[in-house]
């Protein structure tokens, strides 16, 4: 415990975070690629771990990634697959990707959008079809492309502070 300026006690523990998820200003959908967006929940430097929401109007792949971690996520609308394996996520499933998975994800024809929870831990490294590593995102480039995005539509860059831990 310690006390603040004010006298209070507090936990050593960082300040929680509870919002809508769903957000009502379109503007805190950070566009990734075309048809995509991510919504910050929580950006955790400290283990190098982001939770969101990937939001996904196109139908076709999205990516080939190579996760070092473990992810799991939790379809709220629509649904998705990875190629390399048999089943499908669909609105309402928990899926857990075990680390050292290389998966290409898929978004169906005649699904018009998805929107998945994602809890990701370190990184997801993009893959070609020959494997060769194309780029990686970890929460630092999140916050990097919430900083620039909420800058450029007017909710300030320190917009996504309220994310970070
Ligand atoms: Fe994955």
């Not at 394996?85 to 898929?106: I, K, M, R």
């Not at 809890?119 to 929460?139: P, R, W």
């Not at 919430?146 to 909710?155: I, P, T």
Request: negative net charge; charged residues 25%.
């Amino acid at each position: 415990m310690y006390k603040d300026m004010k006298g209070s006690a507090h936990r050593l523990a960082p300040p929680e975070i509870a919002v809508k998820a769903m957000p009502e200003d379109e503007r805190v959908w950070v566009p990734q690629a075309e048809g995509v967006w991510f919504r910050p929940l929580m950006l955790n430097t400290l283990v190098g771990q982001w939770c969101n929401l990937l939001r996904v109007r196109r139908a076709g792949v999205l990516s080939r990634h190579l996760h070092p971690n473990p992810v799991h996520g939790y379809v709220i609308e629509g649904r998705w697959f990875y190629r390399e394996h048999d089943w499908v996520a669909e609105t309402g499933s928990y899926v857990f990707e075990p680390p050292g998975e290389v998966h290409t994800l898929v978004v169906p024809e005649d699904c018009p959008e998805m929107i998945t929870f994602f809890n990701i831990t370190g990184s997801m490294i993009y893959l070609d079809e020959a494997n060769k590593h194309v780029g990686y995102e970890d929460v630092f480039t999140k916050i990097d492309m919430c900083r620039a995005h909420y800058a450029e539509v007017g909710l300030g860059a320190d917009y996504v502070d309220q994310f970070v831990r």
